[in-house]
């Protein structure tokens, strides 16, 4: 027979991906106490089934395979620019391809953004709506939101649609440094 740990361990294991986790659901659904699920979901995260984002919360991952050299995930963009998830949660796993600032008008933006992109740009909805219909995630910079109707497509595409109070610069140095770090640590494997 399992040990509670293990059986905890299982029960992570087989939640959908993006799934929120907490120590008191756990500890209420298998009957076990809240420390015991509070290490279990710890050993999770070492193993990389889980992933903990400030303000967001722990959520069921896809496990990464040790030897692949990591893409940026948008969920790390999350935590380096200390943002808000407006929608899209479930997309916060997806690598990022590349990054772009829409500082032109949407009709220009058009031609520089595609799937797999995050579109940079301050409170302008129909840039958000143009970047998610094209496939980009969306990360809007100065500490805006937008409407409900544009955290209702990014929840429909499974695209994130982020928030931070940083203005572009600061926020495009940062992801770009990360990209750089990223590279240097592909290079000395």
């Known amino acids: 027979m399992a040990t509670k740990h293990e059986q905890i361990l299982k029960y992570i294991e087989n939640l959908a991906v993006g799934e929120k986790i907490s120590v008191r659901k756990i500890a209420k659904n298998l009957s076990v106490s809240e420390g015991t699920a509070y290490r279990a979901i710890k050993d999770a995260e070492i193993i990389g089934f889980v992933s903990t984002i400030k303000r967001v919360g722990t959520l069921r991952i896809e496990r990464k395979q040790k030897d692949s050299i990591e893409k940026l995930t948008f969920a790390e963009i999350v935590n380096m620019i200390d943002g808000q998830v407006l929608g899209g949660r479930e997309g916060l796993y997806k690598s990022l391809n590349k990054f772009v600032i829409g500082a032109m008008t949407v009709d220009a933006m058009e031609r520089y953004t595609d799937a797999g992109n995050l579109v940079i740009v301050g409170n302008r909805e129909r840039a958000h709506e143009l970047a998610l219909h094209r496939g980009a995630a969306v990360l809007i910079t100065g500490g805006f939101d937008t409407s409900d109707e544009?955290?209702?497509?990014a929840d429909e595409k499974e695209l994130p649609i982020l928030s931070t109070s940083y203005d572009t610069f600061t926020v495009a140095t940062m992801?770009?440094?990360?990209?750089y770090d990223?590279?240097?640590k592909k290079k000395s494997f």
């Open 175 to 179: 992801i770009n440094r990360a990209i």
């Open 182 to 184: 990223q590279l240097i």
């Open 150 to 153: 544009v955290k209702r497509l």
